[in-house]
């Protein structure tokens, strides 16, 4: 199952709101999880099952969707945001992930 | 729980690379170990994964070169891929997934490897 993640890059000021998708190339329900990652850093679990935020997560963070298309939202980004996001379906093996998008400070 | 990937750094065409995943503060028990790679400017890329009891399940688009197995007593999951070529130049992070179909809670701050001969 490809996922295609757009924008590949995204440049924003603090406080916007922000969004991300995610479409994948057959239904794979809810089963859609999008991480952080840091340079340097492991990459970490945002959202699972599509809208369940992990407990770590500020509310800001939000995702969304089922079937094929999907989105993340923060609704005001904050100076810790500044990262790159990716989507992965685990409705299919193998397991694939988008592209990844680079939010970067305007 | 920490996972730690561990590697050679560097390795030349045609030999195999061996990574290594320490898992600390948990057990391996129960849960899903997989590899995923990123090569530069190339999108994650996931593997495979064992399951503790040694069960695995590998990317059709790796079947035949590689392998990944569990040491519980040690608590490390390794990775063999063989006849590697450039095109294996990647950052290797270890991710655990504690069903088979789910994402990953926890990852390593992953391993380089370059092929250069």
């Known amino acids: 199952t490809q996922l295609t993640q757009s924008p590949s890059f995204l440049s924003a000021s603090v406080g916007d709101r922000v969004s991300i998708t995610c479409r994948a190339s057959?239904?794979?329900?809810?089963?859609l999880a999008w991480y952080q990652h840091k340079p340097g850093e492991a990459p970490q679990l945002l959202i699972h099952?599509?809208?369940s935020l992990e407990s770590w997560a500020p509310s800001r963070f939000s995702g969304s969707g089922s079937g094929t298309d999907f989105t993340l939202t923060i609704s005001s980004l904050q100076p810790e945001d500044f990262a790159t996001y990716f989507c992965?379906?685990?409705?299919?093996?193998?397991?694939?992930f988008g592209g990844g998008t680079k939010v970067e400070i305007k | 729980v920490q996972l730690k990937e561990s590697g050679p750094g560097l390795v030349r065409p045609s030999e195999t690379v061996s990574l290594t995943c320490s898992v600390s503060g948990g057990s391996i028990g129960a849960n899903y170990w997989s590899w995923v790679r990123q090569p530069p400017g190339e999108r994650l890329e996931w593997i495979g994964y064992?399951?503790?009891?040694?069960?695995?399940k590998y990317n059709p688009s790796f079947e035949g070169r590689v392998s990944i197995s569990v040491d519980a007593s040690k608590n490390q999951v390794s990775l063999k891929l063989t006849s590697v070529t450039f095109a294996d130049t990647a950052l290797y992070y270890c991710?655990?997934?504690?069903?088979?179909?789910?994402?990953?809670?926890?990852w390593g701050q992953g391993a380089m490897v370059v092929v250069s001969s």
């Open positions: 064992v399951f503790y009891t040694g069960n695995t």
């Open positions: 992965q379906q685990v409705a299919t093996y193998p397991l694939t």
């Open positions: 099952s599509a809208s």
């Open positions: 057959q239904d794979i329900n809810i089963y």
């Open positions: 991710a655990r997934a504690r069903i088979a179909y789910d994402h990953f809670d926890h």
